[in-house]
């Protein structure tokens, strides 16, 4: 909550908001209080009083009343109005939204589409029609202003509740005995209750304003009984000759209307979870470079040659060392794997190589990134621009993420064609159907014109791979790109990449979990462990003889099909947390073999010159 | 004794239909199946996503009323889908362990949910139970306070498993409860279930699209297609001896160490359209053993060999 309220009042608009709203409720609050004149007193003969006057702070409108007292008033009246009115929009919306969202189906499809036809006809309109049917009267104008607000309500509810709905711990509810009514209330009724807060912050004011619009028409409070709407209303004829008896309530609305949004506006800002860990800062477009102590020199290794890179993540006070010092190189033709569970760094690893790690709050702090020879590093961005896709491209576990849904297929693979070739569109095409052919897709020239969703997971993965190669990369860089497949498909996208390495020379940088890919697909490979390489090798030799203890650990918890029922071996603990490493070893406190010399100091990556282990009790000698 | 029984179990979804519209098409998820599992008996569940394992473990929870078949549970009929009826008989984990807590509750309020609704047990007796079930899955009881996003995967899985295991169900579904977890976490996770197994007398249902996992767990395994089982057999011999050629292409596919790489499959490998299901035999467009008597009707499942079972003409022979 202190959080939240920090937050909001970092945002300075809001913050101004927050305290004009809070004088004015204020002011509201104690109007009973206050030694005003009698709203309602008529004496014709101070009409039109100028402000100022004495007795009559603000003047008198045209019957001579006491604006001020009557400012008051109706600022209380038209304040508990607006609120009351979406109190009740919120409670009611909020319900058929709910209820639509969590039964969905045929519940959903008749509230809803009885909420399109409120929503069809014209806001205003609808209100007029409601106060016209009702007859005019505060009460009414506060039913109308708040009926048509209930569509929004409907609508926005619905559209979470229905995310929430699809979510395992409903059906877990239902498993544990609830019926839906309690699962309406205590399942999904405070998942949706910020949005709530959130739509009622953004609409109240409107919703006074509202109030004020029907009032003004003569249609809303009805005299003498005043709020802010109705003296504007009567000050209309007197615009010209007393032009302060409409500005006095005029300046009120706005300012009340202004607050409110402004703080309404922060309030979903500081609440919006995706705003809350960033701040508002918008990505740059290359990751952050801030190279502390020296760049590695160019040891002339491999076509892509990674060397001790350094990429940090700066979070508040805390620093989470994803990637540090890894060294790592790929030669034309060759696969290398880099093996390793979530949060060991392996995508950062790869990210880091094009810049494409977020910043802020990804940092890369040390280390070099050569392609041919030259440090991408301290390229500039038009540069890296160039090479991204051209010399050096990706694919992402889940091809969806890098397709856009509304376009086709074959349109974005024209476009990323044409992104670094200025060849015609027929050509393009021409290039696309042949790609989509060498990835193995049927039926090329007609899987060209299919939207992402029409596609399968294997074959979007394919137009992903497809896309990766348009512009011929001599380097691949793919990060666990067949986690999300099944066995059948995954062994026809592992062999396509193999053959294209194979046919065309292609450097390919292979990130998995899955000892049986890497054994498949890869020459070399690393694993990694809380951001550090721990062994790197031949993979046969490291299948064969693993040297880390935590390779080998790894490589037994990994079930091998054709073992029968069995129990598995398992690592005890979790791995650490990279902001608060331990210092020494990392994996020391699961390791078996650990001693004292393991949990001090800075253990290096020994051994021969193809095979390297980070450990000073290997499984195996080195040398 | 048989802990769970299905006797033609299937399930149809309407599409497309709109709010005065009839449907225009159905997609058949699940055909009609049928089949056994013994008390204390793991079942393994195995095929590719959209084959209808979540629709099939849905229904046998009772979060989707079948449309056709009967399912029964250690002798007794659950004929109306209320997840309350079946709650105390069979319970879910579910496949993301972090989307299957609510957020906005504590650990302890998720736990004691099945105690009260279900059993209707008094505070002592809840904090009891659930002290009791903790010990069991080796979790500390101060986590009883803290809200899920304070969990690592493998934590939160412990936890989903201990939520299903304060059901005191007599039947567990585990619909791909590892594959969320990283590698060294997952045997963990799958230790602790062997382990409960036997301390609580439970039957497994075990859905995963690991092979090697399922083997590993499993007395017996189902391979399902297109909302079909293809083949059924002991573990040990489902992979080294697959009858189906399906289950031989799966088991050709998964990745293994020294097994050199090709694509056992080259050809357009997409699944059968579900709007739109191939006569016969669903796999012939990709089986390598297909014939025109295949296309013509729906083969049954039948025994080849000693104690397995497949829906095919031409098995595999061993
Ligand atoms: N509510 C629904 N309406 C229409 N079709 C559905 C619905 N739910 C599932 N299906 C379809 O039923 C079939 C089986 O789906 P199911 O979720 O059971 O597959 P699965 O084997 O669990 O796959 P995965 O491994 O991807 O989880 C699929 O074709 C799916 O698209
Ligand atoms: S250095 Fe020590 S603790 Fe680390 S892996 Fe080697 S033996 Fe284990
Ligand atoms: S029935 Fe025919 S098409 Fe189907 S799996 Fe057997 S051989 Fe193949
Ligand atoms: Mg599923």
Redesign the pocket.
Known sequence: MIAFLKLLFRNRLAAMGAVVLSAILILALITPLLPLADPDAIATGDRFKRPFTEGHLLGTDHLGRDLLSRLLWGTRLSLAVGIFAALIAASVGSAIGIIAGYFGGRTDNVIMRGVDMLMAFPYILLALAIVAALGPGLTNALIAVAAVNIPFFARNIRGVTVGLAGREFIDAARLAGMGHGRIILTELLPNVASTIVIAMSTTVGWMILETAGLSFLGLGSQPPQADLGSILGEARSALITAPHTSIVPGVMIFLIVMSINLLGDGVRDALDPRLRSGALTRPRAVTLVERRGNVPRADQKGLLNIQELETQFHVGPRIYRAVNQVSLHVNPGEAVGVIGESGSGKSVTALSVMGLVASPPGVITGGAVRYDSEDLLAASYDSLRAKRGRNVAYIFQDPLSTLHPLYRVGDQLIEAIQAHNRVPEAEARAKAIELFRAVRIPNPESRIRNFPHEMSGGMRQRVGIAMAMANDPDVIIADEPTTALDVTVQAQILSLLDDLRRERGLAIIFITHDFGVVAQLCDRVAVMYAGRIVEEGPTETILEHPAHPYTKKLMACVPELGGGKRRLAAIPGLPPQVHDLPPGCAFAPRCHKATDACREGEILLEGTETHTARCIHPEEELA | MTALKVDDLSKT?P?GGGLFRAPKAA?R??RPMSFEVAKGETLGIV???????????RMLVGLLEPTTGRIEIEGKPLDNADPAAFGKLIQYVF?DPVSSLNPRKTIRQIMEAPLKRLYGMGRAERAARIREIFASVNLREEFLDRYPHEFSGGQAQRIGVARALAAAPRIIILD?PVSALDVSVQAQVLNLLADLKGEFNLTYLF?S?DLAVVEAVSDRILV?YF?TVVEVGPAEEVFKTPRHPYTKLLADSAPVVGRPLKAPEQKDSELPD?LNPPPGCAFAGRCPRATPECVAEVPDLRPLGEHQLAACIHPHEY
Not at chain 2, 47 to 57: F, N, Q, R, V, Y
Request: glycine fraction near 18%; charged fraction near 15%.
């Open positions: 979804f599409v997609v998820a699940v095929g590719e996503s959209g084959c209808g394992k979540s629709t099939l473990a496949q791909e859905i699209h399902l909302g579900p």
